[in-house]
Every structure is written in C-alpha cells, then in structure tokens.
C-alpha cells in the first residue's frame, strides 16, 4: 500500500459509481437466504468458538460471573426498531448514492479484522493515542458518516441503548442483500471497545499486495480456513477499487520492470488505458457516470411515525481519485460469479485477489464458487455470520458509545 499511495498524481478526482445495484426486497428476509428460520431456538451462529474475551479485558471479566451471550433480536424490548432504523437507512442512503453502501461491508471487515467486531475501527484520535481510521491501510476507508447519521437516528429513538459495534454488523449485511448477496440472521447485543487498536490496524490488516501465504496466515490467525477466506474475498464483487491499490501490477511488478504476469493481457491493456488515461469517458465498460457532487436532498426515516428525524445526503463525503468497479464486466452478473470467473480468466484486479488461484486448496473453491452461484451465496452468509461474531464484546464488557467516534468515559 505503501508504494502504491505514493502514485495518487496518476489519479484524476473523478469518481464513478455503479448503477447496477437494485431495490429488492429484504422485508421479510428473501427466501433465497440460506437461512429461512431466524429464531432464536433454531438458530445457532457458528462462530460460539470465537466467542472469546480479549486479553485487555481478561482482568476486569474475571470480576463477573457470567459474561452475557449475543442474542437474536437483542434489541426487541429496549429498542424494538433498532434492526429496522439502520436497514431503511442504509437502503435509503444507497438510492442516492449507491457507491457508499461497498462501503460499509468493508468497515466491518476491517473492524471485525482488529481485535473482533467492537466498533475500535470508529474512535477518533483523542489525546494522541492515536486512531485505526488513521492508520494507513485504513485510510481509504469511508462510510464513517453513514454510521454517525444511523447512530444518531437511534439515539434519538431510543438513547444509549444501540452499540456502534452492531450498528456495524447491521449496516454491513444490509449492504450486502443490496449488492445482490444473501441475507444472514444475526445475533445483537455486542459492546464498544474503550480502546483502539491503531497499531494492530497498521500491521495486521492485508495488504492488496500481500501473496497467498500471508493472507491466509492472517486470516488463519483469526480461526478462518481456506475456504472461508475464499468466500469472503468474494465480497470484492461490490464496490470500487481505485488504481492506486493495483497499478504497480500494469508495469514494474515488485521490481521486474514487466507487469505481473498472473495478469491477463488484454485485461492489462484494459487496465492500463483506465488508469493511466483517467480522463476517459464513461462509456468505457469499466466506469460508471459520476455521481453529482451536489446531490442533496432529505430523507426521512422509517420505521418510527412518531420520528421527525432526516439524512442530510449532502452530507455523505464523496469519493476522490479514479475508480474501477469490481463488476467491471457489467451489472447483473450475479454477487460472486463473476468474481470468482474473473480470478480463473486472470482478470483479479488486486494481487490478493488473483493469488487465489495459486493454491491448490484456494484455487479449487474459486472454481466451486465461479459455477455455483448458490454454494457461495451460502458459503458467504456462513462466513459473514462468523465474521459478524468474531470477538465481541457483551455486557458487562465494554460499553454503548453515545457517539460512536468517542468512547463514554
Ligand atoms: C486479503 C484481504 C483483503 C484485502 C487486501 C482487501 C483490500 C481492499 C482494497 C485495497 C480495496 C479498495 C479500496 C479503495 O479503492 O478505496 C478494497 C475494497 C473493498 N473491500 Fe477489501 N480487502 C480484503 C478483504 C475484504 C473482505 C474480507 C471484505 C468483506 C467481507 C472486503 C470488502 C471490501 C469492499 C466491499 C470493498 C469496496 C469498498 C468500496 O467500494 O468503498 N474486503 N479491499
Ligand atoms: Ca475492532
């Protein structure tokens, strides 16, 4: 990542968003989930392994006899509209600008990633202990102002109750069902971290230049296996990747003067006029109009009649320097496929996504996952749920943020 921010000159500010995503409907949770039943007696989240207290913790839980389960519907007597604020707020904010909603999937990832799913990845700098949104493979992150309208949303309907940790969670899946993915049931109740981790954001998170063997390690690590680090790479096939991240693969590969030669070669033509002609127009199969920067407008929220609450649009930060989208090869060709297709045609476009097809074990669920669409779609929601339920905090442990930046002192 390094190298590659040090090249933004060859990025123009355009941005470019994907109109591919389509309204479809998630109330109820579609039948095309891998999960029809969402009750609490008949579903259990596979992750109860991972259910761990963090070293930092460790003294203070020992002090209490029994450190509270996540639960379904965590939220039903103290704020019975809490799932439902943050899925009308992320499905409104993504009609006006479906380029942010990528956003908030790759948020949890890189929350859940530093010492488990407690919203750390939120907390502002303050005093100089410094922040993980300022560490560098983080500091393309965006969709910290979505998180800030949905909190206050909550805050208003019913204080102090909802944490950042699952608003995260909660965002995240709506996401996905709007890029076409599956809906998953999700446990609530998880607590904020009173602490960042701006270290570990540092060097613990991938890199999109990071080989086979290191990904894996990393994801390892955290009780992850192969096949789930495939399948939850497959969440790169919504949302944007700018140049900077992969343009050190078009011509002097890690120092060999060629590009990297997992590369397809017309991909890298196509690849090369997109990133070092940026001016191109929008009618390249790679790029979308931009969005307006002026969008502005007001929308109210449901579900609650008595909330006279709004998101300001005009408010959602947009998006700086030239970006391809991930279903470069157009819309509607399914959430995975194309993905998975693409990797086996060396058509990846981040390194880290290509060296999927390096591995024997790797490559063998890409080629699962790129011809069947519903072996993934299953396999994602499995893997989403374990990474939703990765290391969480819940009471007595952590706390509710009352703005999801700072911690509650
Ligand atoms: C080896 C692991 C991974 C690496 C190195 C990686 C790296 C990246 C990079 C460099 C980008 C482009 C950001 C930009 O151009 O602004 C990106 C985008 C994205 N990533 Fe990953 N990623 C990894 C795994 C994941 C996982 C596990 C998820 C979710 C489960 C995820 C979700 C996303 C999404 C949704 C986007 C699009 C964001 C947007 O459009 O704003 N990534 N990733
Ligand atoms: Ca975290």
Redesign the pocket.
């Known amino acids: 990542i390094n190298k590659a921010s040090s090249s933004s000159s060859l990025y123009s500010s355009s941005s470019s968003y994907s109109s591919s995503y389509t309204e479809d409907s998630v109330d109820p949770p579609p039948s095309t989930s891998a999960f029809t039943t969402t009750t609490a007696s008949t579903f259990s989240s596979p992750s109860n392994i991972f259910y761990s207290v963090k070293k930092v913790d460790k003294k203070y839980a020992e002090a209490f006899d029994e450190i509270q389960p996540l639960q379904y519907d965590f939220y039903r007597d103290t704020c019975p509209g809490a799932e439902q604020i943050v899925r009308s707020s992320v499905r409104q904010i993504h009609q006006l600008r479906p380029?942010i909603s990528?956003?908030l999937?790759?948020l949890v990832?890189h929350d859940c990633f530093i010492e488990g799913c407690d919203a750390s990845v939120l907390l502002d700098d303050a005093g100089g202990s410094g922040s993980e949104k300022d560490s560098l493979p983080n500091q393309?992150l965006?969709g910290f102002d979505i998180i800030d309208m949905i909190k206050s949303q909550l805050e208003n309907e019913c204080p102090g109750i909802v944490s950042c940790a699952d608003i995260l969670v909660l965002a995240a899946r709506e996401s996905v069902v709007l890029a076409g993915g599956p809906f998953y049931p999700l446990h609530t109740g998880r607590r904020d971290s009173p602490v960042a981790y701006p270290d570990l954001a540092t060097y613990e998170l991938?890199?999109?230049l990071?080989d086979l063997s290191r990904?894996t390690d990393l994801f390892a690590s955290r009780g992850f296996d192969e096949r789930e680090t495939v399948s939850?790479?497959g969440?790169?096939s919504?949302?944007?990747?700018?140049c900077k991240?992969f343009h050190s693969r078009l011509n002097n590969f890690k120092g060999t003067g060629v590009p990297d030669s997992t590369l397809d070669s017309d991909f890298l033509d196509i690849l090369r006029s997109k990133c070092f002609n940026n001016q191109s127009s929008s009618s390249s199969p790679l790029s979308s109009p931009s969005p307006s920067a002026s969008t502005t407008a007001s929308l109210p929220l449901s579900p609650s009649p008595s909330s006279v609450s709004t998101i300001n649009v005009s408010a959602v930060s947009s998006i700086p320097d030239t970006?391809m989208k991930?279903d470069y090869e157009g819309p509607g060709r399914g959430f995975g496929t194309l993905y998975y297709r693409s990797l086996l045609q060396g058509k990846g476009l981040?390194f880290?996504d290509q060296q999927l097809t390096s591995g024997e074990e790797t490559e063998t669920w890409v080629r699962a996952y790129a011809s069947d669409v519903n072996l993934f779609q299953r396999d994602f929601a499995l893997v989403?749920m374990k990474?939703s339920d990765y290391r969480v905090l819940t009471a007595p442990m952590g706390q509710v943020r009352l703005d999801c930046r700072k911690v509650v002192i």
């Open positions: 380029d990528p956003a999937l790759r990832f393309s965006k991938p890199s999109p990071d990904t939850l790479l969440a790169h919504t949302g944007m990747i700018h991240f970006a991930m981040l880290v989403m990474l």
